[in-house]
């Protein structure tokens, strides 16, 4: 995430310096003399620095940049950059002070105020000024409406804040400037903000708010998982048993990875029903077009054990063991299995040479886009923030790099 910002920082002022380079006065009338404003830009200290910048040498960085500083006062994207600078290091006061009296420079021009307001709202962003952040980002889209900058912050402290409605306005927003090949990935947070909305009208009786809500987010997004779910949760809390099966049963078929969300909740209504085929065959389906699947393995395994055939589910349980060793919970049912089966001098033998070499790790739901590790699938990065980038190591390892962040 540092990384990203700062190279955003120099992005910014990069592009501010290309948008803007006509329109700068070369030289400018200073005690009664002629000064060379690009001087500073040209100065070995400025291009030194943001290529220490570059290699993430901050520190340094700072040292050149305000030498070059120092050489032209008036260096408007250099006082910009520092205070970014100042800012990443963590010494945010010192970054809010930087920008705010770039602020109050006289004639500044409005791109030049748009992107002093958009580094003091990250400032206060860093800092946790949420309601002067808001303020700024706010006033930067005063400015300039589709500065894609300010509404992504404006986006995420809204969510931070659980302001659901206001981050899924600010989305539409970002919707609408994307290009056409870029739609879907809206339409997906979209989905995610939608979801939001139902479960925060869930409370309410009757429910027709959040399952509109949650009829939306599918709408918006077909492979909308949470929507999914929570929509089947508040159909089989209504009794309505029915839909809530056929509303879960498209978890496998939109994401066969992630069909175990709703294992446990197929399985109980179909016992609820007398469906005693049903989810067995579902789990084989799924392993049937992906051998890899351990989850699926694991609860036929648990069913058939709860259903008095732990041989039949043992052959199933070591198989899942072979994809995932630590899973804890496969090798509980196998112990039920054991038990079941009087501990089978062959079959506890066949269960210690699988296990020998096995490699434990804990977390292996990864974050694609900044590698946050977490034990169970997040919806949302808790690091990056992002929606929807985690994937199951063990199972996704060779597709790993089909990977959109910038
Ligand atoms: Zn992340």
Request: glycine share 4%.
């Amino acid at each position: 995430m540092n990384e990203s910002i700062v190279l955003l920082s120099v992005l910014v002022a990069f592009l501010f310096g290309l948008a803007t380079g006509k329109a700068w006065e070369r030289y400018k009338l200073r005690e009664g003399r002629w000064i060379d404003r690009r001087k500073a830009r040209e100065s070995p200290h400025y291009i030194l620095g943001l290529n220490l910048l570059i290699s993430n040498q901050t520190d340094l960085a700072i040292e050149e940049l305000t030498t070059a500083a120092g050489i032209d006062a008036d260096g408007f994207e250099i006082h910009l950059i520092l205070g970014n600078l100042y800012r990443e290091k963590g010494q945010v006061t010192r970054a809010i002070q930087l920008h705010q009296q770039l602020l109050q420079r006289p004639k500044l021009t409005k791109v030049e105020q748009a992107y002093v307001l958009l580094c003091l709202g990250l400032d206060f962003r860093r800092g946790g000024f949420v309601d002067r952040a808001l303020e700024a980002f706010t006033e930067v889209l005063r400015f300039d409406q589709s500065n894609q900058y300010a509404l992504l912050n404006l986006e995420k402290l809204y969510e931070e804040q659980q302001q659901w409605q206001k981050a899924y306005d600010v989305r539409q927003r970002l919707a609408a400037l994307a290009d056409e090949p870029q739609k879907p990935k809206h339409e997906a947070i979209l989905a995610f903000l939608e979801t939001q909305l139902g479960l925060q009208a869930s409370g309410q009786a009757p429910p027709l708010k959040a399952i509109s809500h949650f009829k939306a987010a599918i709408d918006l997004d077909q492979t909308s998982v949470p929507a999914y779910l929570n929509l089947g949760d508040l159909q089989r809390q209504e009794g309505l048993l029915n839909e809530a099966v056929s509303t879960w049963e498209q978890v496998p078929r939109i994401a066969p990875d992630k069909a175990y969300l709703v294992f446990d909740r197929l399985e109980n209504v179909a016992t609820e029903q007398g469906h005693n085929d049903r989810f067995p065959a579902l789990c084989r389906r799924l392993i049937d077009a992906n051998p890899q699947d351990w989850r699926a393995r694991l609860a036929l395994g648990r069913h058939l054990v709860t259903f008095g055939q732990p041989l039949k589910a043992l052959d199933l349980l070591f198989e899942s063991l072979l994809h995932n060793p630590h899973a804890l919970a496969i090798h509980q049912v196998i112990w039920q299995a054991l038990l079941a089966l009087h501990f089978t001098e062959e079959l506890v033998t066949r269960y210690m040479t699988l296990t020998r070499e096995a490699v434990f790790y804990l977390d292996p739901h990864v974050c694609m886009r900044c590698r946050y590790r977490s034990t169970e699938l997040l919806w949302q990065c808790p690091q990056c923030h992002e929606w929807n980038t985690f994937t199951e190591e063990r199972i996704t390892l060779t597709e790993e790099s089909e990977d959109e962040s910038h």
